[in-house]
């Protein structure tokens, strides 16, 4: 009840929430927001002078890894970056959420894997830019896994396929994304062979760290005997939940295993981001305003901000 007198404001903030004043945590959670908006706003890119090919890998489930391959893709391709997805995973969840089509009779990764199409046979453009493609997945590729076991080179044939596709492209992309299926099968051996930098999605959450040294260890083992380049550059901290102890305890733990590999932002659990692939979307297509994208966005310039030349994975140093 308002005491007699007292006003009740109440205005509408451009994020359509309420705000009950200037020094509540909804009023400082958006004035924090719209700050990071402006902040994007006054950023300049430098984009790369080749190609960046980064897996994006955790073969722990719903970490967020088809989630941050395609709203990071989005992000590149918003300020001028040409982007390819390569959608690794049978489930096609990437090319579902860049609008792709990928129904069964469609050119997909499998025919690249097993009947070695050209890669520039199955890249489509997704509606949501004409600098973002996706070489899209379908059911068939639920069995490449076991069709590539008899097959010559079966660890080179993605990286061989995009080697050509680059070499052709008038105006290769500035960065490939390879979405990869939770396991570390062969395919996504085929994606570490074909990539030189692996970003890794962890969750702020229990377990996040279960299963990463074995992940590490499969990339030291491409490192070894398939490729040579290939090096953890990037981890990103997903689902953030700043409301929790939790959340914070995650972030430190992988901040200090991993210092120089974590990227400053984190993504936050946000509505938007899931609600975006039920239509079709990525969330800087579904609302480009809302938390989740700006965190994206976020990422994005700082991916770009961060050479190639210049990460060093820590496993390199003898730390894992």
């Known amino acids: 009840m308002l005491a007699k007198g007292e006003v009740f404001h109440v205005k509408q903030s451009d994020d359509t929430a309420t705000d009950f004043g200037d020094d509540t945590p909804l009023a400082r959670e958006l004035a924090d927001l719209r ?28 970490v967020g890894k088809t989630t941050t391959t395609v709203n990071l893709a989005a992000a590149l391709a918003s300020v001028g970056a040409r ?17 792709v089509p990928h129904t069964a009779d469609i050119p997909s990764v499998y025919d690249v ?7 520039a046979d199955i890249v489509q453009t997704s509606p949501e830019s004409p600098l973002l493609t996706c070489a899209p997945s379908t059911i068939h590729l ?42 570390l099968g062969l395919l996504t051996i085929n994606a570490f062979t074909a990539a030189d930098e692996v970003l890794i999605p962890i969750q702020c959450e229990y377990y996040a760290l279960e299963g990463l040294s074995q992940l590490l260890g499969s990339v030291q083992m ?21 409301r929790t102890r939790l959340a ?4 430190d733990e ?39 994208a700006v965190a994206y966005r ?22 894992h």
Do not use: W
């Not at 990071?36 to 719903?62: F, I, M, Y």
């Open 113 to 119: 894997l097993i009947d070695e199409f050209p890669l």
């Open 248 to 251: 914070q305890q995650v972030a």
């Open 222 to 242: 491409i490192q070894k005997h398939l490729n040579p380049p290939l090096h953890v550059s990037s981890i990103l901290l997903t689902m953030y939940d700043g």
């Open 35 to 62: 700050a990071r908006r402006r902040a994007l706003e006054d950023s300049t890119v430098t984009l790369p002078t080749g190609t960046r090919t980064l897996t994006v890998s955790n073969q722990k489930g719903g």
């Open 254 to 292: 992988v901040r200090t295993h991993f210092p120089k590999e974590v990227l400053n932002t984190v993504i936050p659990r946000s509505v938007r981001v899931s609600e975006a692939p039920s239509f079709g979307q990525t969330v800087i297509a579904y609302d480009g305003q809302s938390a989740g």
């Open 298 to 319: 976020e990422a994005a310039v700082e991916l770009l901000a961060r050479q190639a030349d210049g990460a060093v994975s820590t496993m390199n140093e003898g730390e």
């Open 142 to 183: 639920a069995g490449a896994e076991i069709e590539l076991v008899s097959q010559v080179a079966r660890e080179h044939r993605l990286r061989r396929a995009l080697e050509e596709y680059l070499a052709a492209s008038e105006e290769p992309p500035h960065v490939v994304l390879i979405d990869c299926p939770p396991s």
């Open 83 to 99: 982007v390819l997805v390569i959608d690794l995973d049978p489930q096609g969840n990437a090319s579902t959420a860049l609008g």
